[in-house]
């Protein structure tokens, strides 16, 4: 039998899930069994809809510590509104498909670790990208990203894992067409015939890409790049360095950074966030430095 570390006095803890996430079935009893041993008091909600998450958060802010989200990455950009709004520190149980905030902060996958990062109580202040009034934690894209979720079913995710992003991936890639951007970053202005642009903040995005090699969550800076692959046969050169975020303007990728972009096309394009499309271009993108707190594995 588990023996768990008792807390010094009981916290008291919002926890929402997405009922329809790929693990929150399997674990959902034995997250709440296992937060409730550590010691903490648990008001549990499950919103059926993104747009209930903010109402939520708010509805119980004067009752409740912190915000323990469970589900991926798109679960918690439903939650980040609230979470700006109420000022209530985060924690995450990575219950989704891809995981990308918790690996970005080396949260574990499995739910006795990641409970035990939560009852650490250890903190960090993290940073938050922005566009046309929408937070988000990764990264927002369009182009060929929007082709991708929209080719992702609840599905493909729930069977495949990790892998349906990859399958995704290159049916979209394969039916892609090229698009006329303009960027605007610190004064310069740039015209793109392009793919995709994505704009991160922190730095895993789509099952484990890197925005940037050095992209961290809390340097202050949104990473840009462009796919403005003028060759077919560079995609698979590109798909590998976009693991790595290690981008090369001669295989066609364009790389910037700064805490301020502008983009205009030359009609609306859906920009999706952390996964769900929720605005369109043009788009005004910047960074919130320390916007959120998050409980966080302590330093070795």
Same mark, same amino acid.
């Given at each position: 039998?588990?023996?768990?570390?008792?807390?010094?006095?009981?916290?008291?803890?919002?926890?929402?899930?997405?009922?329809?996430?790929?693990?929150?079935?399997?674990?959902?009893?034995?997250?709440?069994?296992?937060?409730?041993?550590?010691?903490?008091?648990?008001?549990?909600?499950?919103?059926?809809?993104?747009?209930?998450?903010?109402?939520?958060?708010?509805?119980?802010?004067?009752?409740?510590?912190?915000?323990?989200? *469970? !589900?991926?990455?798109?679960?918690?950009? +439903?939650?980040? =509104?609230?979470?700006?709004?109420?000022?209530?520190? %985060?924690? @995450?149980?990575?219950?989704?498909?891809?995981?990308?905030?918790?690996?970005?902060?080396?949260?574990?996958p499995t739910v006795t670790e990641a409970c035990q990062i939560i009852a650490s109580g250890h903190k960090q202040?993290?940073?938050?990208?922005?566009?046309?009034?929408?937070?988000?934690?990764?990264?927002?894209?369009?182009?060929?990203?929007?082709?991708?979720?929209?080719?992702?079913?609840?599905?493909?995710?729930?069977?495949?894992?990790?892998?349906?992003?990859?399958?995704?991936?290159?049916?979209?890639?394969?039916?892609?067409?090229?698009?006329?951007?303009?960027?605007?970053?610190?004064?310069?202005?740039?015209?793109?015939?392009?793919?995709?642009?994505?704009?991160?903040?922190?730095?895993?995005?789509? *099952? !484990?890409?890197?925005?940037?090699?050095? +992209?961290?969550? =809390?340097?202050?800076?949104?990473?840009?790049?462009? %796919?403005? @692959?003028?060759?077919?046969?560079?995609?698979?050169?590109?798909?590998?360095?976009?693991?790595?975020?290690?981008?090369?303007?001669?295989?066609?990728?364009?790389?910037?950074?700064?805490?301020?972009?502008?983009?205009?096309?030359?009609?609306?394009?859906?920009?999706?966030?952390?996964?769900?499309?929720?605005?369109?271009?043009?788009?005004?993108?910047?960074?919130?430095?320390?916007?959120?707190?998050?409980?966080?594995?302590?330093?070795?």
């Amino acid at each position: 039998m588990a023996i768990f570390p008792q807390l010094p006095y009981p916290k008291t803890a919002l926890l929402l899930v997405n009922p329809h996430a790929r693990k929150t079935q399997k674990n959902l009893s034995e997250v709440v069994y296992q937060l409730q041993a550590l010691g903490f008091d648990i008001i549990q909600e499950s919103p059926e809809h993104p747009q209930e998450f903010t109402p939520t958060i708010q509805r119980y802010q004067e009752q409740v510590d912190f915000v323990i989200v *469970g !589900g991926g990455d798109g679960t918690l950009n +439903a939650a980040v =509104d609230g979470l700006v709004e109420t000022g209530l520190p %985060l924690a @995450i149980l990575p219950l989704g498909t891809a995981n990308d905030l918790a690996r970005t902060l080396g949260i574990p996958p499995t739910v006795t670790e990641a409970c035990q990062i939560i009852a650490s109580g250890h903190k960090q202040k993290i940073d938050l990208g922005w566009v046309n009034g929408k937070h988000f934690f990764n990264v927002a894209s369009f182009g060929l990203s929007v082709n991708i979720t929209r080719k992702l079913t609840t599905q493909s995710k729930k069977r495949w894992g990790v892998l349906a992003y990859a399958w995704a991936a290159i049916q979209a890639t394969l039916t892609a067409r090229p698009f006329h951007a303009l960027i605007q970053v610190d004064g310069q202005r740039e015209r793109v015939k392009t793919l995709q642009i994505a704009v991160g903040n922190g730095k895993y995005y789509g *099952g !484990g890409m890197s925005i940037a090699h050095d +992209a961290t969550i =809390d340097d202050q800076r949104l990473d840009l790049y462009s %796919l403005e @692959i003028k060759h077919w046969w560079q995609i698979p050169l590109v798909w590998l360095t976009l693991r790595t975020g290690r981008h090369r303007q001669e295989l066609g990728v364009r790389a910037v950074y700064g805490s301020d972009f502008e983009i205009y096309t030359s009609k609306p394009y859906p920009i999706n966030t952390d996964g769900e499309i929720t605005t369109r271009t043009p788009a005004h993108f910047r960074v919130i430095p320390q916007a959120l707190t998050v409980l966080v594995p302590p330093p070795k």
